[in-house]
């Protein structure tokens, strides 16, 4: 694929002009009028290129998500055939089985949702602890996780050379083993117990912490 716009919504416009500056091509915005009661108005360019380029990171998710469900098929109204989603945060993913009876496994749900609506997907770390690959809840879909962790390693490492790299939970694990051994640092993980959205208790690991940078 190769694009012809990088589109994006209005508040994330340093992002896309980075994005589009990196692929050498143009970059243009999703204007929105919020009417009040909180419904959205968008306003995409009137001509789109056959192969699009969609930047929408889903952080404070659900206002952003029903507006990136609005946009993508008013992109292909509007010309595009081939739609390249790229969300750095990928929302809902966390949900990815029924804990108790009922639950809705939202990371099927909504991962589904946009496959039906994009041809391709790249995203950075997403939740995928009890799944391989996007592949797995996508299909159709070309999914494509890229990692951050051996950046972080190497900003950590110029910040605090020699720093210990901390974990909160077993889960950061996979990150942040990828960040300490990128760049030769020590890592090591907290134990995390969940009671509440806002009541964690994070016990620290039996390593030695006096005197170190963390």
């Given amino acids: 694929m190769t694009p012809g716009l990088v589109l994006a919504f209005d508040?994330?416009?340093?992002?896309?002009?980075?994005?589009?500056?990196?692929l050498e091509v143009p970059a243009a915005l999703?204007?929105?009028?919020?009417?009040?009661?909180?419904e959205s108005k968008l306003r995409l360019p009137p001509r789109l290129p056959a192969q699009l380029v969609l930047l929408r990171g889903l952080h404070q998710p659900n206002e952003k998500l029903v507006e990136l469900l609005i946009a993508l098929p008013a992109a292909r109204d509007l010309g595009?055939?081939?739609?390249?989603?790229?969300?750095?945060?990928?929302?809902?993913?966390?949900?990815d089985m029924a804990f108790?009876?009922?639950?809705?496994?939202?990371?099927?749900?909504?991962?589904?949702?946009?496959?039906?609506?994009?041809?391709?997907?790249?995203?950075i770390d997403p939740h995928l602890h009890r799944i391989q690959s996007l592949d797995e809840v996508m299909p159709g879909c070309r999914g494509v996780a890229l990692t951050a962790a051996p950046l972080l390693?190497?900003?950590?490492?110029?910040?605090?050379?020699?720093?210990?790299?901390?974990?909160?939970?077993?889960?950061?694990?996979?990150?942040?083993?990828?960040?300490?051994q990128a760049q030769g640092l020590a890592y090591a993980v907290c134990c995390k117990q969940r009671f509440g959205d806002r009541d964690v208790r994070v016990a620290l690991p039996d390593v030695p912490l006096?005197?170190?940078?963390?």
């Fill in 11 to 22: 508040d994330e416009r340093d992002t896309a002009q980075a994005l589009a500056s990196a």
């Fill in 30 to 38: 999703i204007e929105r009028h919020r009417f009040p009661d909180g």
């Fill in 80 to 95: 595009a055939r081939q739609i390249l989603l790229v969300s750095p945060y990928l929302a809902y993913m966390r949900q």
């Fill in 100 to 123: 108790t009876p009922g639950e809705a496994v939202s990371q099927r749900h909504i991962a589904a949702l946009l496959a039906g609506q994009v041809d391709g997907l790249i995203t």
């Fill in 153 to 180: 390693g190497a900003w950590a490492a110029a910040q605090v050379p020699g720093a210990l790299l901390l974990g909160p939970d077993e889960e950061a694990l996979q990150w942040v083993a990828a960040a300490g």
């Fill in 210 to 214: 006096t005197g170190r940078a963390v």
